[in-house]
């Protein structure tokens, strides 16, 4: 079967060498990359999802997340060794498993990490519309600060009006104005160039980690166990499935398999800024949940029959305004509200000031791990040359950018966060439970080649890996799988509409050219945080 056909680990190396990325990041460079990857809305917003869902259970949720991250690292982080090449999991399976799926894998990159973008904006969105207001004392009206009303009127189309759903009608917004700024800001920087870009990433991730621990060091003195009961209001269920939402917390560290093609020494660093910001970011959640828990309370609102009302749903938002907004659950800048509530309002302001600042780095990392996965896939043939075209004058992929930067803001302007993050892990699974698979078959099918990391106990990891992956799905809301499912239809019908008989494979090219009029060795722009090629 054509479809199925294979890409060799040599085919891809050869075609990465000659048509290369510029090399010059190291282990350092790609831990604060993987820490500014992660640290972002999943623990400033989506601490108080998981907490409708869980109650403080949720501690063990974050547990649970950072297993399955974990394990699927260590799979990163051999692969990433030995195929030390720009295109994360697509690239390991279209060398595995063969072009069809590669696709597929890719496919579900865009979910993971444009989706993800748009998630992160609305994330920033509700810490800005919130230090405006206690800090500027400047009231932003909701009709234009969130698309909690454009769902409204969705349900309307599947279910009767209910008091609920007038409300929700009543006070949601047409659209997230604020969102839709930082969406078109951040893909403005990122087509004028990223070398603008790389101080200013670096100096976020330093300011996100000290608004954590600003946090930390306030809220888990003042920790008191009446709040930890009862821990999981929710049961069993309820942990697995806000373990399925705060995994998003986790996302962003295998944007630094992305970067291989761009490292100094891949084999060594990689691994090490895979698995090394994994660590920093789980000991920092922890320490976060168990003080946002522990001062303050995390318990669900519940519906007439006890059962758990769903995040981000009319009913929820009807319940909150009706009480005020005052507890977690219901708050769009967690972190900063438990710390304005337990009598520290100015550093809570300060906190919401530090993450407005700082989420657009993540939003900035998104959206540029999206160009190089569009990057491979277009140097490949499976998507139109022209997405990989660079601006004469900036030399960034300006029209991937602007492609995805559209895609980003129309989502993040009438889509709540919680349905965002929700739909983005349906393409996060997808790729580590690839990856977790390709691992294993490239044991089988190419044992002696060489691999300067090899993961611990594969024949463990790897099955634990995938099986984790799939039970997190497994918990995902039926909508995030229906869209996950539906934009995998989708895909699979463009494929095979273009890329089937245009891939190089299928032309028979197992190769590049060395020059090439459309990509110029460089490729695309460096990545933020990294010298202009040239440079040190």
Known sequence: MANWRIKSLDSILATAEKKSLHRSL????????????????????????AAQ???PGMLISFVLSALVCGLAALCYAELAAMVPVAGSAYTYSYATFGEILAWVVGWALVLEYAVAASAVAVGWSGYAVGVLENLAHIHVPSVIANGDGIIARMTLLFYPMTPELQTALQTGG??????????????????????ESATVN????????????????????????????????????????????????????DAVSTAAEETKDPQRNVPIGLI??????TIFYMLVGAGAIGSFGAQPMLDAAGKGLTPGSPELVAQCNATGNVLLVCSKEALAHVLRSIGH??????????????????????????????????????????????????????????????GVTIAAAFFPVGALASVSNGGTLCAFFFVSLAIMALRRSNPGRKR??????????????????????????????????????IGLVFYALYGRNRSNVARGEFDVHELDSDVPPTGVAPMPGAPAPGTR
């Open 26 to 49: 190291g282990a350092f460079q790609l831990t604060m990359l993987g820490i500014g990857g992660i640290i972002g809305t999943g623990i400033f917003v989506l601490t108080a999802e």
């Open 345 to 406: 309002p100015a550093v809570g302001n300060m906190l919401g000031l530090a993450a407005g600042f700082a989420l657009p780095s993540v939003v900035l990392m998104m959206m540029y791990a999206q160009t190089r996965i569009f990057f491979v896939m277009s140097r490949d043939g499976l998507l139109p040359t022209g997405l990989s075209k660079v601006h004469p004058r900036f030399k960034t992929p300006h029209v991937v950018t602007i492609v995805t930067g559209i």
């Open 202 to 253: 670096a100096v976020l991730v330093v300011v996100k980690v000290l608004a954590l621990t600003a946090f930390i060091a306030l809220s888990v003195p003042a920790i008191e166990a009446k709040n930890f009961i009862p821990f999981a209001p929710l049961g069993t269920g309820g942990i697995i499935s806000a373990a399925s939402i705060i995994f998003f917390a986790f996302v962003g560290f």
């Open 53 to 55: 869902v869980a109650g």
């Open 174 to 195: 047409l659209i997230n104005l604020p969102a839709v700024v930082i969406a078109m800001a951040v893909t403005a920087l990122l087509v004028v160039g990223t070398k």
């Open 452 to 489: 300067a990391f090899r993961t611990p106990a594969v024949w463990v990891v790897a099955p634990a890996a995938a099986a984790g992956c799939l039970l997190l799905f497994a918990f995902l809301s039926l909508t995030a799988q229906l869209v996950f499912f539906g934009w995998g239809a």
């Open 276 to 281: 090394g910001s994994l660590v920093i970011c």
